[in-house]
């Protein structure tokens, strides 16, 4: 029978998901941790789906999309090195699970969504702020930016997002190739973002980044 969700279970499951999630696989700044520990991800996914939100696999969202295991997103924050203040791009940002962890670390969020359904299940956040548009062109109109998080495995990396990053910003994200996922990092240095693999992680793929054929990584 599923767990049926109230607040001291769920405050007991993001115990359990940090310990034995995050702790034991190299998630332990103590302000993502705790973030992670504090954002109630049950609020961001289906409520059908509560009672398995702290489960260590990604949920289904609804239309073609999932939140990423709390691992993923966990080993995502530490790469992206966010300090308080920073302004970051969530590129995918689904229900805003991601864009909460980092609104309490400080930072100035950008959540780009082009599912006007997802975006519409995320809980008010007054610290957010919601863009709706194409995934893959970024959010031009607003500036540079700190750091950029793309939410999910891509095939390649739009030009017009690494142009959106600052001199030695830091962009994460994941590749695909054929079935492996990989986490990625980079720093844009001369006006470019080289992407460098951290960790093999089943990551939930992000639609219309597509390699053009022929492409390799």
């Known amino acids: 029978m599923a767990t049926i969700l109230n607040e001291t279970n769920a405050a007991e499951m993001r115990a359990a998901m940090v310990d034995s999630q995050l702790r034991t696989n190299d998630v332990i700044d103590p302000a993502i941790v705790g973030a992670m520990g504090a954002v109630a991800r049950e609020a961001h996914v289906p409520s059908a789906l509560a009672s398995v939100a702290y489960m260590d696999r990604a949920i289904p969202l609804g239309e073609g999309r999932a939140l990423n295991a709390p691992l993923v997103t966990g080993r995502m924050l530490v790469a992206a090195m966010v300090r308080p203040g920073m302004r970051v791009l969530i590129v995918g940002a689904a229900t805003g699970y991601s864009a909460a962890c980092l609104a309490l670390l400080g930072a100035e969020v950008f959540a780009l969504e082009d599912a006007a359904g997802l975006a519409a299940m995320a809980p008010a956040n007054t610290s957010v702020s919601w863009l709706a548009g194409p995934l893959a062109a970024g959010a031009p109109d607003r500036g540079l930016f700190d750091r950029i998080i793309v939410e999910g495995a891509i095939e390649t990396l739009p030009q017009a997002i690494a142009g959106q990053l600052v001199e030695g910003g830091r962009l994460v994200a994941a590749t695909r190739?054929?079935?492996?996922?990989?986490?990625?990092?980079?720093?844009?240095?001369?006006?470019?973002?080289?992407?460098?693999?951290?960790?093999?992680?089943?990551?939930?793929?992000?639609?219309?980044?597509?390699?053009?054929?022929g492409f390799q990584f």
């Open 177 to 213: 190739d054929g079935a492996v996922t990989r986490l990625v990092q980079g720093v844009k240095t001369g006006g470019t973002v080289a992407l460098r693999p951290f960790a093999d992680m089943d990551v939930a793929p992000l639609p219309g980044f597509a390699a053009p054929k």
